[in-house]
Structures are given as structure tokens and as C-alpha cells.
């Protein structure tokens, strides 16, 4: 759909998928108010299984969407699918339903994360990687193809192409360029996440692929860039909710320049600005939204 630029609705005529829509509390939510806001029609992602085996717990998916529905502008639409990213046929099943609220999807937000049942290299198991790797890493590489496949209209098969080799792109970029991926990496960039072997090796392979599927998706018309949110309280930084010991990161986070955790909104914003054409030349990039943490 092309529509004519709005200075406050730079989204609207744009539909986004975000993926792992489950609680308020969460980044995938204010992601999806923050592209609402931004003027894009929404299709949400969430599978509350998971997190009701979480020490944060769930939340009532009916005040997820109207949370949501709030922040759409008129006549913005939103959609939602209750989908186990785990399975194989996941990611052709939840981009032809995303797809089908306007008829095409423009903006794909991999928020989605299996967290919990992790551990250190000791306690690795093939189930333990696997059970990551395929929702943390697996579900996204395959969104992104999958999400490529109807943004560009490209049809399955042909030739493998040899290593290196790109298609051909259509010129000039600064038009052609419209679509947007963005993908969740962790703070496994920065430093170690004891007890966190399969979660941190399931993100850094997004991270490490980033630059290579950047280059392979801009020849067909979109960016992917991936934001590493930092420590974002989502619940898990909560001591009543928490599922680490608290101390040692309370004490860290005291000395960092805003001296408190990351809130939900601080990476949307970021991601916000990644989606619309403001952001068009940040592209390959792993970002972090971290409030200067890292420092």
C-alpha cells in the first residue's frame, strides 16, 4: 500500500507484526502501542503457556489488546494469534494470519524469547539447546524468510545462489527500501550470562547473522536491524518476581548514568524510530538500547 508521508503518523498505512505480545509488562507490548501510536495497523503475537510457568507469571490477553487498541489510530486495525513458535509450520502460520488483517505485512518484530530451564555448560542437554535455539533463533530466521517471501512477492525455489552472491536490487534504494525487520538480541554482546548457556548462544546467533541476512534482505527491499534492549524490568528484575539473585545487580545498577533498569518503552522508542523512514540508513546493525549499562 503506498500512502503519502504523515509528520505524526509516519506509519500509517503500515501494517506490523510483533511477535511475543503476552503482558503489559513486557517490551513486546510497548512495541506494539509505540508502532500504534506511530499511526501502523498491528498483528500480535503470544503464547501465555510460557509465561504463566514463569515466576513473573501471565496477564489477561483481553487488557493486552485493549491496552493496544487504545493507542491505534482511527481506523487502525489490530489483530492477534495465540501461536507456539517452537513448531515447525509456526512461521508460514503466523505470517499469513498477520498478513491477512490488511492484506500485507510491512514492519516484522521478532520480541518473542524462550527464557527459563537454562542453566550452565554442565547442565546442557541436546532438549535444553534445542528447546531454545528453536524458538529464540530458529522461529526468527524463519519469520524473516517467511515475512521476506510476502513483502517481495518471491516465489519458492530456483537456484541456490554460491556464497557471496546477491540479487539483484531494484534502484533507487530510498524508494525501493520499505520493509523493516528487527530482531532481539540480549546482553550476551557485552559480557558473560552465567547460567544462561542456551539462552545466550540462541541470541548470539542472531546477533553474529545479522550483518549477512541485512545484506541479503536489502537487495529485496527491506532492513533488518537487531536492538539489544539491555537489563529492561519486564518483571524479572521485580524481587518478588525474579528468578536470579538481586543484589549484585541492584548494587550495578545504582553506579550506571540513569541509575535505574531499563523500562519497556526505553527500546520501543528505539524500535519505533528503526521502523519508520527517519531510520532508513541504520542498516546490519546490532544496537543497544542500554541507557549506558555498558559503561
Same mark, same amino acid.
Given at each position: 500500500?503506498?500512502?503519502?508521508?504523515?509528520?505524526?503518523?509516519?506509519? %500509517? &498505512?503500515?501494517?506490523? $507484526?510483533?511477535?511475543?505480545?503476552?503482558?503489559? *509488562?513486557?517490551?513486546?507490548? =510497548?512495541? #506494539?502501542?509505540? @508502532?500504534?501510536?506511530?499511526?501502523?495497523?498491528?498483528?500480535?503475537?503470544?503464547?501465555?503457556?510460557?509465561?504463566?510457568?514463569?515466576?513473573?507469571?501471565?496477564?489477561?490477553?483481553?487488557?493486552?489488546?485493549?491496552?493496544?487498541?487504545?493507542?491505534?489510530?482511527?481506523?487502525?486495525? %489490530? &489483530?492477534?494469534?495465540? $501461536?507456539?513458535?517452537?513448531?515447525?509450520?509456526? *512461521?508460514?502460520?503466523?505470517? =499469513?494470519? #498477520?498478513?491477512? @488483517?490488511?492484506?500485507?505485512?510491512?514492519?516484522?518484530?521478532?520480541?518473542?524469547?524462550?527464557?527459563?530451564?537454562?542453566?550452565?555448560?554442565?547442565?546442557?542437554?541436546?532438549?535444553?539447546?534445542?528447546?531454545?535455539?528453536?524458538?529464540?533463533?530458529?522461529?526468527?530466521?524463519?519469520?524473516?524468510?517467511?515475512?521476506? $517471501?510476502?513483502?517481495?512477492?518471491?516465489?519458492?525455489?530456483?537456484?541456490?545462489?554460491?556464497?557471496?552472491?546477491?540479487?539483484?536490487?531494484?534502484?533507487?534504494?530510498?524508494?525501493?527500501?520499505?520493509?523493516?525487520?528487527?530482531?532481539?538480541?540480549?546482553?550476551?554482546?557485552?559480557?558473560?550470562?552465567?547460567?544462561?548457556?542456551?539462552?545466550?548462544?540462541?541470541?548470539?546467533?542472531?546477533?553474529?547473522?545479522?550483518?549477512?541476512?541485512?545484506?541479503?534482505?536489502?537487495?529485496?527491499?527491506?532492513?533488518?536491524?537487531?536492538?539489544?534492549?539491555?537489563?529492561?524490568?519486564?518483571?524479572?528484575?521485580?524481587?518478588?518476581?525474579?528468578?536470579?539473585?538481586?543484589?549484585?545487580?541492584?548494587?550495578?545498577?545504582?553506579?550506571?548514568?540513569?541509575?535505574?533498569?531499563?523500562?519497556?518503552?526505553?527500546?520501543?522508542?528505539?524500535?519505533?524510530?528503526?521502523?519508520?523512514?527517519?531510520?532508513?540508513?541504520?542498516?546490519?546493525?546490532?544496537?543497544?538500547?542500554?541507557?549506558?549499562?555498558?559503561?
Amino acid at each position: 500500500m503506498t500512502t503519502t508521508p504523515h509528520p505524526e503518523l509516519p506509519l %500509517l &498505512g503500515k501494517t506490523a $507484526l510483533v511477535t511475543g505480545v503476552s503482558r503489559r *509488562a513486557g517490551i513486546g507490548f =510497548a512495541v #506494539a502501542v509505540r @508502532l500504534a501510536e506511530l499511526g501502523a495497523d498491528v498483528f500480535i503475537h503470544h503464547f501465555a503457556p510460557h509465561d504463566v510457568e514463569q515466576p513473573w507469571g501471565g496477564d489477561d490477553l483481553a487488557e493486552v489488546r485493549a491496552g493496544i487498541r487504545r493507542a491505534l489510530h482511527e481506523g487502525a486495525r %489490530l &489483530g492477534d494469534i495465540s $501461536l507456539d513458535l517452537a513448531a515447525d509450520d509456526a *512461521a508460514e502460520t503466523l505470517i =499469513a494470519a #498477520a498478513a491477512g @488483517l490488511t492484506g500485507r505485512i510491512d514492519i516484522l518484530v521478532c520480541n518473542h524469547a524462550r527464557s527459563g530451564g537454562d542453566g550452565s555448560i554442565l547442565d546442557m542437554t541436546a532438549e535444553v539447546l534445542d528447546g531454545h535455539w528453536h524458538v529464540n533463533a530458529r522461529s526468527t530466521l524463519l519469520l524473516t524468510r517467511a515475512f521476506a $517471501l510476502q513483502f517481495a512477492g518471491l516465489a519458492v525455489g530456483g537456484p541456490p545462489r554460491r556464497p557471496g552472491e546477491s540479487a539483484a536490487a531494484a534502484l533507487p534504494l530510498d524508494e525501493f527500501v520499505t520493509g523493516r525487520v528487527i530482531w532481539m538480541t540480549s546482553g550476551q554482546i557485552h559480557g558473560a550470562m552465567a547460567g544462561e548457556v542456551a539462552y545466550a548462544a540462541s541470541k548470539a546467533a542472531l546477533a553474529g547473522a545479522t550483518p549477512t541476512v541485512a545484506k541479503e534482505l536489502l537487495a529485496h527491499g527491506i532492513i533488518l536491524n537487531t536492538v539489544d534492549p539491555g537489563p529492561v524490568n519486564t518483571g524479572y528484575l521485580d524481587p518478588e518476581t525474579t528468578d536470579r539473585p538481586l543484589d549484585d545487580i541492584l548494587a550495578m545498577v545504582r553506579d550506571t548514568p540513569f541509575g535505574r533498569f531499563g523500562r519497556p518503552g526505553d527500546p520501543a522508542r528505539l524500535i519505533g524510530w528503526l521502523a519508520t523512514d527517519d531510520g532508513r540508513w541504520m542498516v546490519g546493525q546490532v544496537l543497544s538500547s542500554d541507557g549506558g549499562f555498558a559503561l
